[in-house]
């Protein structure tokens, strides 16, 4: 099959296809009498193991990789690879979570401050970050001057 019809087939661009092909994730493709690119179903099917690793987020060196398992049945390695993937999606969802929690902490006390008439400064809010640490949550570094209560801070010498 020429380039345009694997390209409907797999639902990608055929820049995208000659891309995968340039990086070697995509073997080369036979060429017909008039030079173009002829393409066997098992391209096909390499594309659509290349778009299943991208949604799973393997980057284009990893995604080498997982299709040289592939191609070795290299069952091994191929698992080795998807745990390695497993965990690094825990690390960003435990990350994630910790910086959720600490997002909402402190929309509730800005609220609960604004809600009391009282316009809370960045300081009062680092306060809050040795309570994120012991959490095992990452405290941010705010600008210095800044003021949460809708109105900025007047600069030095200025009222």
Do not use: H
Not at 44 to 57: F, M, S, V
Request: aromatic residues 6%.
């Amino acid at each position: 099959m020429k380039i345009g019809e694997l390209a409907a087939r797999t639902g990608m661009t055929t820049s995208a296809i000659r891309f995968y092909e340039q990086s070697g994730l995509l073997p080369p493709a036979g060429r017909g009498a008039n030079g173009y690119r002829i393409y066997d179903e098992a391209a096909a099917e390499r594309l659509r193991q290349i778009q299943l690793a991208q949604r799973l987020g393997f980057s284009l060196d990893e995604m080498r990789g997982v299709a040289e398992d592939m191609d070795a049945f290299a069952k091994e390695g191929l698992l080795a690879r998807i745990d390695e993937r497993l965990r690094e999606i825990d690390a960003l969802r435990a990350k994630l979570d910790g910086q959720r929690g600490e997002l909402q902490q402190i929309r509730d006390t800005l609220q609960a401050e604004w809600e009391a008439g009282r316009c809370l400064k960045v300081d009062a809010l680092q306060a809050q970050a040795p309570a994120a640490a012991a959490t095992g949550r990452r405290a941010r570094r705010a600008a210095p001057a800044q003021d949460f209560g809708g109105r900025r801070k007047a600069a030095a010498g200025n009222p």
